[in-house]
């Protein structure tokens, strides 16, 4: 039961334009969200996150939304440069009282960001 | 940021033989370490929770008895593949949290002959 969905497995976007990548979720528990970038045989590396108590999180270059009523969240990086090539992953977690929480993971979309 | 290490960062090894991999917090203590494996293509799955000083908590489907973790410190924890057989090759990825974030090591490349 995959609870974090990434339905795109991949995207190619031009140098300079925004990358859009989405992520919906199935689990309501579900209230802290993050986005991790990861290259080929290395580990993910955290982007950005965003709690359930707001729909807009930015930092530089890369800004997530959360949509709670449609369970769904979008990265949007402008402008997209080709560092920014790599997997993404969308994660959540769930409050868990008196452990840490785990973090569910979506798939992942592989960025390719074009000259 | 913090940094987690894991070592060795690729292993081969011969079916039947037992591997140790080493995930180390190297500028915080993390009383929480979590191991993930990751097959090609795929999202990373969560094995198990390591917590210092008491036994991991498996998740539904991973063998406790074939993937041994070890939390012996704060700053270290190891994930023993006994018996390795080639369904066991993957990519196995620990994380270690401190009391905001969580950092992922690098990965250790798993390839069981």
């Known amino acids: 039961d995959q609870q974090v969905k990434q339905n795109s497995p991949s995207l190619s976007v031009q140098e300079g334009r925004i990358s859009i990548l989405n992520c919906d979720y199935t689990n309501s528990m579900f209230d802290y969200f993050l986005w991790y970038k990861k290259y080929p045989a290395e580990g993910p590396t955290f982007l950005i996150s965003?709690?359930?108590?707001?729909d807009k999180n930015e930092d530089g270059r890369f800004t997530v939304f959360l949509n709670k009523s449609a369970k769904h969240l979008s990265l949007h990086i402008v402008p997209s440069q080709p560092g920014d090539s790599a997997v993404y992953f969308c994660a959540a977690s769930a409050p868990t009282a008196g452990t840490a929480s785990k973090l569910t993971f979506g798939t992942g979309t592989r960025l390719q960001v074009t000259l | 940021g913090a940094v987690v290490s894991q070592h060795p960062s690729w292993v081969i090894c011969k079916s039947g033989t037992s591997v140790k991999i080493e995930c180390r917090s190297l500028?915080?203590?993390?009383?929480?370490m979590f191991w993930y494996r990751q097959f090609p293509k795929q999202s990373l799955m969560l094995m198990a929770t390591?917590?210092?000083?008491?036994?991991?908590?498996?998740e539904q489907g991973v063998e406790k008895d074939k993937f041994l973790i070890n939390h012996a410190s704060l700053t270290l924890s190891t994930l023993t593949v006994t018996s390795a057989h080639p369904e066991d090759s993957s990519f196995y990825i620990c994380?270690?949290?401190?009391?905001?974030?969580?950092?992922f090591g690098p990965g250790t490349r798993l390839t069981v002959l």
């Open positions: 994380s270690a949290r401190d009391r905001v974030k969580q950092f």
């Open positions: 390591s917590n210092e000083g008491s036994k991991a908590t498996y």
């Open positions: 500028d915080f203590q993390a009383t929480t």
């Open positions: 965003i709690s359930s108590i707001k």
